[in-house]
């Protein structure tokens, strides 16, 4: 009856401070909420309290981060001891912080045959796993208790590994704001070389940065008709920073949550235009419009999919969704005009950009997952790249309600006598192939941010 109270409490105080019956409260109008309920709370506070619930980083509070956090909120309302909270010197609300060697992870792996793909290279879906496994035991390890993948990005993909080679990972924390860490993971490989000796440095194959949040829950029964996942809040410590490097690397960190508010507004916006764009292509059912490019895919989480808390490996998701995006951009391969020479190009993935886990896939749910392409050009090197958006949902056994939980933007490359060609018909497609060139624009002024930010 209690935590009834705390929702009901809320839910008049979420639309009493929402201006203009917005769906999220501003930061501004949280603040006010806090002031409201008399704790004494210092700007700094309220800041890291913001950072802490505002999960999906869209730069507002919506009810049910603000109800997922109700604990935080009974703190300031009742002005009770926070149980072993710290407030250091600049009045912080993280526990004792920790050096960012107490919490570093490295793990090696020796590429097998089964982790290969048909061209003999090491699968990438294979990679994420092992990431998602390297930050996942960052993650525990600083927050001491129960953590899981929120988000990945800046997914870069340099060079391939083959069997034989022995691939190292390396992760650790380069920034803790409320009960989240961005985690970075180095992989690199060693190649066998002759006989077994190497011949060359180690090098970089990938590089990702994984968005881990701390939380508490009560795990549900999977046998039930509607599992109920309850979660709320750790705190978790705070982060010393004793080099240069980990002080550029956190600096590094805030611009791309910086950029990640940026690239949520551009999806959201890009939401309401697309309601619009299927609205006009019912119009034009007699018309021939081609024929879908949307390809599907359904799985099923078995007991080697998940985790401890029985949800399905951010990992192994990602590994779906890289497959359904090969086999989807293999349909736009065309022979180039100016190629003499037939057989079929070499699939790589460039890039992994914005993948965002918005609700967990419990053991024994099916998935279905949808990949589209979004446009087809040329880089300056002449190389032919696509975009590949895909999306993962979670499929109710009972009712057959799908629920979005993942999706994320793939770029990928053709190396060969192929090229990619996608010509926009319907609404929709034209729509996406704008919304990704818009993406793009982003992303290369962000990166050029990041030089900016190296060079300074």
């Not at 994320?408 to 060969?416: D, K, N, V």
Request: hydrophobic content about 35%; overall charge positive; charged content about 25%.
């Amino acid at each position: 009856s209690g935590g009834m109270s705390i929702e009901a409490d809320l839910k008049k105080l979420f639309h009493q401070f929402a201006q203009n019956g917005e769906e999220e409260l501003s930061h501004e109008d949280f603040s006010r909420l806090v002031d409201s309920l008399g704790g004494r709370w210092t700007e700094l506070q309220k800041k890291e309290l913001i950072e802490c619930i505002d999960i999906d980083v869209s730069g507002g509070i919506s009810f049910n981060e603000l109800s997922a956090v109700g604990k935080l909120i009974q703190i300031a309302k009742t002005k009770q001891d926070t149980k072993g909270l710290k407030i250091r010197k600049n009045e912080s609300v993280y526990l004792d912080s920790k050096d960012v060697s107490t919490s570093e992870v490295q793990l090696r792996k020796l590429i097998k045959k089964s982790h290969c793909n048909s061209n003999g290279n090491l699968d990438l879906g294979q990679i994420m796993k092992w990431i998602d496994l390297t930050a996942l035991s960052v993650a525990w390890k600083h927050a001491g208790g129960n953590s899981v993948t929120l988000r990945l990005d800046d997914i870069h993909i340099s060079e391939p590994a083959s069997e034989g080679d022995v691939v190292c990972l390396k992760g650790k924390v380069c920034r803790v704001y409320g009960n989240k860490m961005e985690i970075i993971v180095n992989v690199t490989c060693e190649s066998r070389g002759f006989q077994g000796f190497p011949l060359k440095k180690p090098s970089l194959l990938v590089s990702c940065h994984n968005v881990f949040v701390a939380l508490d829950f009560d795990l549900p029964n999977i046998a039930d008709k509607n599992p109920v996942f309850e979660i709320s809040p750790r705190l978790i410590p705070g982060l010393t920073l004793n080099t240069s490097e980990e002080k550029i690397e956190k600096k590094l960190a805030i611009q791309r949550q910086n950029q990640r508010r940026a690239m949520y507004k551009l999806s959201k916006s890009a939401a309401k235009s697309l309601k619009e764009a299927a609205r006009k292509d019912q119009g034009k059912k007699g018309e021939n419009l081609g024929a879908s490019l949307t390809i599907t895919t359904t799985e099923v989480v078995l007991p080697q999919h998940a985790n401890p808390y029985q949800t399905c490996f951010g990992g192994q998701q990602m590994a779906w969704m890289i497959d359904i995006a090969l086999i989807c951009a293999r349909q736009l391969l065309s022979p180039r005009k100016e190629s003499k020479c037939s057989g079929l190009s070499i699939l790589k993935v460039l890039a992994i950009e914005e993948v965002n886990f918005r609700k967990p896939v419990f053991l024994g749910q099916m998935v279905h997952i949808e990949a589209t392409p979004t446009i087809a050009y040329v880089l300056q090197n002449g190389t032919h790249t696509t975009e590949i958006m895909v999306t993962l949902s979670s499929i109710d056994r009972w009712t057959g309600e799908q629920k979005n939980c993942a999706s994320t933007f793939l770029t990928i490359t053709a190396e060969g006598n192929q090229s990619f060609v996608h010509t926009p018909k319907t609404c929709v497609q034209k729509l996406y192939a704008e919304q990704a060139k818009e993406r793009r624009s982003l992303r290369l002024s962000q990166r050029a941010e990041k030089l900016g930010a190296l060079l300074s």
